[in-house]
Each structure stands twice: as structure tokens, then as C-alpha cells.
């Protein structure tokens, strides 16, 4: 996007330059032996010249060239500056998800060590036969739930690390 920027600058400097008066030089020689079997001497010319323009009026053309080219390079530093903004934007949105997932990782390792707990309990409890085996399924279908959670909020850090490190330009692909 820069280099972007960079050219319409050029293109602005360069419908200037148009419109600046252009001075050219030029020279030349030519050597001719009308005859070459014959011991004649050849005949050499030489050419020289300058030429100058200087524009004098346009009818607006001028005026309307350096506006297009002006707006041109207005346009590419409004999409830079964009582009800059949704960059920080997707940055700092992507810190937040980071945030987020640690958070509902804390939560899950909570649940998952509770959800032990109570597993260990229901388990103490039907041997000393005060519960049921529904009890312990339950206790064990919820243990195998928090656990599931936990991976998965485990995988969800690891996904949004990498969202983070590709939204700072650290991870290269």
C-alpha cells in the first residue's frame, strides 16, 4: 500500500512535468559513398538542432489532469489509512478472543477439577453403599463432559494464539 501511495505521488509529478517546458537536443551524421569502385572521396553531413515547447494554454486540461491525479493519490492514502486501521482492528480483536479463550480455560480446569471431586465422592459413597450406580454414571458422564470441555477450550488457546500471532505478523506461513 505505501509503494501504492508512492506511485501516485510520482503520477502526480509527472502531469507537472507535462505541462513544463521541454527542451530537446539532437545531432547526427551521415557519410555516403555514392560510388564505392571508383577512388572518389566520400561526402559526410552533420545535422544538429534544438527544439523547445513551451505550453502556453490548454483549455483547462491541464487543471482537470493534475485534479484526477491528485484525487488518485488522496484515494490510495484513504485505503491506506484504512487498511492501517483494519489491521489494528483485527489486532486488537484478535487479543481479546486470546483473553477470552484463557478465561474459559480457567473455568473448564475448574469445572474439570470439581467435577473430579465429586466423581471421587460418588465413587467413596457406593462403597460404602449409601449410592447408586446411576449416581456414579452420572458423576462420570459429567467428569467425561468437563474433561471434553477442557480439551477443547485448551484447543481453542492454541487456535487464537495463532489468530494473534498471524494478526502481528509473527507467524510466518
Known amino acids: 500500500m505505501n509503494s501504492q501511495v508512492e506511485i501516485k505521488n510520482s503520477e502526480v509529478k509527472i502531469v507537472h512535468s507535462d505541462y513544463l517546458p521541454q527542451l530537446i537536443s539532437f545531432a547526427n551524421y551521415r557519410y555516403q559513398n555514392p560510388d564505392h569502385l571508383a577512388q572518389n572521396e566520400g561526402e559526410l553531413t552533420w545535422n544538429a538542432g534544438l527544439s523547445l515547447s513551451i505550453p502556453v494554454f490548454h483549455w483547462g486540461e491541464r487543471k482537470l489532469k493534475v485534479i484526477q491525479s491528485k484525487m488518485n493519490l488522496e484515494s490510495s492514502k484513504n485505503t491506506l489509512e484504512r487498511t492501517k486501521e483494519l489491521v489494528v482492528l483485527e489486532m486488537h480483536q484478535s487479543i481479546f478472543n486470546l483473553k477470552e479463550a484463557l478465561v474459559k480455560l480457567d473455568f473448564t480446569l475448574e469445572a474439570l477439577e470439581q467435577s473430579e471431586e465429586n466423581l471421587a465422592l460418588e465413587t467413596n459413597r457406593l462403597t460404602v453403599e449409601v449410592a447408586t450406580t446411576t ?23 492454541k487456535i487464537n494464539e495463532a489468530k494473534y500471532y498471524k494478526s502481528i505478523g509473527a507467524l510466518n506461513p
Open 135 to 157: 449416581d456414579l454414571l452420572n458423576a462420570q458422564s459429567q467428569w467425561q463432559k468437563a474433561h471434553v470441555d477442557y480439551i477443547s477450550a485448551k484447543v481453542n488457546v
